[in-house]
């Protein structure tokens, strides 16, 4: 192999790994990951227990709801632990949960 090649895959690992914690690890790629839980949590108990229900509330809803609110303290966790209130402002105004449960 030459000195090249060496360094274009070397190269190639290194874009590969920025990548893949950019998408999978970052504090910002979690916060979106718990995001998208809480909206198919927050579906699946409207499945469950919307108008049309035969399921009675007391089988399930607290849980749900539970981990709807886990979900959004480990959202203003990272918010509060990884961004600068003044230089993301926008980033956590957005994010952040208005109200947990």
Known sequence: MTT?????FLLGVYAGAELSYY?????KARIRKLWKEISELT??????FGKDSVV???FGRDHFNKAISDRKK??????????NK????????????????
Do not use: H, W
């Open 4 to 8: 090249t090649t060496v360094i274009i």
């Open 23 to 27: 998408f999978l690890y970052s504090p």
């Open 43 to 48: 579906i699946k108990m409207n499945e469950m």
């Open 56 to 58: 009675p509330d007391m």
């Open 74 to 83: 480990l959202i203003n966790a990272l918010l509060d632990g990884y961004f």
């Open 86 to 101: 003044e230089e993301d402002e926008e980033y956590v105004q957005e994010n952040r949960p208005q109200g947990l449960q």
